[in-house]
């Protein structure tokens, strides 16, 4: 089984991360995918991979790259006048790392407020134009801001842009827009909440174009609601998929594995 989307570098896991990665091993996860979230994610993604580097059974991976949320905290810090560059140079120091596997978190985000809008826009723009240039998946977040994401993947898209819209929890012509436009969709624990809505769009869309995460240590699943979520509860994910598709829990996994090793080039 592969996870996605993890931050499990993040201080949550600081008391029993390798307990965390031997429950992921024991339920048979091979691969973990980290997604940045800011510049100090670097020394903590680095960290977490010397600490699992003797483990022959699972490979986490880090990618690179700037939370929308995370953007206004950036730019004091680098200077309002010069942060896009400074946000070019930063990405493209480790994108070029061959252990890097993917650009982002990146995306759009104005659940909380729309006042950075024009600044993560740009974020956005620095990262897709990187993401082509090196040849590697982007990772993009979503709230409150479907369409201008959408557009903004269709502006950037050459033909050779590849990536997921992470946490997917849109519309079913939203989310097979995405899949029109080269894009995969990753299915964490909101698909299954009750009355979240998620699990029936997502029964309707193709299963080759989903690929399963956790979102960890965020959005556990049910019935693990409001606890610290960790990449083996991947397994509450993959069984509701196995519900919605009919299928069992080996055909979800082949299935998803197959979709997530070629796209992130496992």
């Not at 557009?151 to 946490?167: L, P, R």
């Not at 012509?173 to 894009?183: H, N, P, Q, V």
Request: proline share 5%; hydrophobic share 40%.
């Amino acid at each position: 089984m592969i996870d996605t989307h993890a931050h499990i570098f993040l201080p949550d896991y600081s008391e029993d991360v390798t307990a965390m990665i031997n429950r992921a091993v024991d339920l048979g996860i091979s691969h973990v995918l980290m997604p940045a979230i800011n510049p100090e994610s670097v020394a903590q993604m680095e960290a977490i991979v010397q600490i699992n580097s003797g483990n022959k059974d699972i490979k986490l991976h880090p990618m690179i790259g700037l939370h929308p949320c995370d953007v206004h905290e950036q730019i004091p810090i680098w200077g309002e006048h010069r942060w896009a560059q400074k946000l070019e140079n930063w990405l493209q120091e480790y994108a070029s790392l061959s252990h890097y596997i993917g650009i982002g978190e990146t995306g759009l985000d104005y659940y909380w407020s729309k006042k950075y809008k024009k600044e993560q826009m740009l974020s956005l723009d620095v990262h897709f134009e990187l993401a082509k240039s090196v040849n590697k998946p982007i990772v993009l977040h979503n709230r409150d801001s479907t369409q201008d994401l959408l557009q903004t993947i269709a502006k950037h898209q050459n033909g050779s842009v590849k990536g997921v819209w992470h946490c997917f929890n849109g519309t079913y012509e939203e989310g097979m827009r995405a899949i029109d436009l080269g894009f995969h969709l990753g299915i964490g624990g909101v698909v299954t909440f009750k009355n979240a809505g998620v699990a029936e769009v997502v029964r309707q869309l193709p299963i080759d174009k989903l690929i399963l995460e956790t979102d960890s240590p965020y959005l556990s699943p049910t019935p693990l609601r409001g606890k610290r979520n960790e990449p083996a509860h991947l397994a509450f994910i993959q069984k509701k998929l196995g519900e919605l598709f009919e299928l069992s829990q080996e055909e979800v996994e082949e299935h998803t594995d197959l979709t997530a090793a070629s796209l992130f080039s496992l």
